[in-house]
């Protein structure tokens, strides 16, 4: 109970901030139609090629779970610095309700947002199906590893640097290794090759995989995302940890 009270408060944070709302709702719509704009634009033979909807949705639908790290981290970084979590510290609530409570409503967000861009894509020529259930299971993870690396970086940076970082950095470096702007087999060499290893090329080809009922090849690539997110997750939360147990002391 204690840590559904916390997430309804950073639930009230998140829809405070009307610059939080764009980013989260808005941006990815901005991408979406833009995508759609280009595609009209080129000839007939290659629609279905680069930035159709069916190809491109599901990568700008990942693209928007980006922005959990920078809401999940700023909003950790301005409670440490306005000594509002110190206050927090002294009550009976324990870590995990923390964790529960910072993370619970960027999940629930992250897949609002997935449902408002799927449902954009739809005038944009992408017909809808169940399948959508299947992408929003599917980004869950990799929204996980968003939000971690949001609180990592919430526990030992300040409001200002966790925006630099997970807001300029971070989204520029997803979204291109991501291939959600060019595909990236027309790059190939080492780009390519970097992205192979990262978990945002997977997770984006795994909603591709997911709106088109390809379970086959959903698991080799949600099986990567899934191991990031263990990874970063959990070191998240024993940093949190320690730094929460550091301040009580």
């Known amino acids: 109970m204690r840590a559904l009270v916390f997430a309804k408060r950073i639930t009230k944070e998140l829809l405070r901030d009307p610059i939080n709302l764009f980013f989260g709702l ?131 940076m300040n409001d200002k640097a966790v925006g630099g970082l997970c807001g300029a950095l971070l989204t520029n470096v997803a979204g291109w290794l991501s291939g959600v702007w060019i595909p990236l087999d027309m790059i190939g060499g080492v780009f390519k090759a970097t992205a192979d290893v990262l978990p945002f090329y997977h997770a984006a080809e795994s909603a591709r995989a997911a709106i088109q009922g390809d379970y086959a090849s959903i698991l080799p690539h949600l099986a990567i995302v899934l191991i990031y997110t263990l990874v970063i997750y959990t070191l998240a939360v024993i940093v949190f940890r320690q730094k929460m147990s550091g301040d009580k002391a």
């Open 26 to 156: 808005g941006f990815p719509l901005v991408l979406l139609f833009l995508f759609a704009i280009i595609n009209d634009a080129m000839p007939p033979e290659a629609n279905n090629l680069m930035y159709a909807p069916e190809q491109i949705t599901p990568g700008v639908a990942m693209f928007g779970t980006i922005f959990m790290a920078l809401f999940s981290g700023m909003l950790l970084a301005k409670d440490r610095t306005s000594s509002f979590l110190m206050r927090l510290f002294t009550s009976p609530m324990r870590s995990s309700e923390f964790i529960i409570g910072y993370t619970l409503p960027m999940l629930v967000f992250a897949a609002v947002q997935v449902v408002i861009t799927f449902v954009a894509a739809s005038f944009v020529g992408l017909p809808l199906s169940l399948n959508l259930l299947l992408v929003i299971l599917v980004l869950m993870p990799i929204t996980l590893m968003f939000v971690g690396i949001g609180l990592l970086c919430g526990s030992l």
